[in-house]
C-alpha cells in the first residue's frame, strides 16, 4: 500500500510516497528533497502532530483583548479537538509577555501552551 502525501514542512509541498507492507510498517519513501521532508512523512504515517493555535482572552483595565496561543511542539493529531474545547475554559488576567507559557504539559504531552504577544 502506497500513501501519497504533501509535504506541509515547507512552501514548496513536495509529493512523498510512503509504502506500507502488510503490517503498516513502512518499507520506502521518497519523493522527499530533504530529510525534514522524510522525518515529516515518517511521523505523519505512525504518529500525526499538529501544532494547535488559537486564542484566550485576556482581562485588561480597558476590557478583553484576545492572545494568540500555540502549542510549543506538535500534539498528537487526535488531541486537537479537546485541546480546543480545554482552551475555551481559560481566561487570562493582565499582564502577559509574549513567550509566557500559559499551560505546561499541555493535555498531558511534553508541548506547553505559549503566548504570542505581549497583553499589558
Ligand atoms: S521535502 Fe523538504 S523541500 Fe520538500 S516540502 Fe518538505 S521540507 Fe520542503
Redesign the pocket.
Known sequence: MVKEL?????????K?NVTLDESGNITDIS????????N??QSEVTHPVRTLTSTIPVITKTGEHMLPVKTSTGIPKELIFDGMKELKKIKLTHPVKAGDIIVHGFLGTDADIVAGKDVI
Open positions: 504533501t509535504c506541509v514542512v515547507c512552501p514548496a509541498g513536495c512523498i519523493g522527499y528533497t530533504c530529510i525534514r521532508g522524510k515529516y512523512a
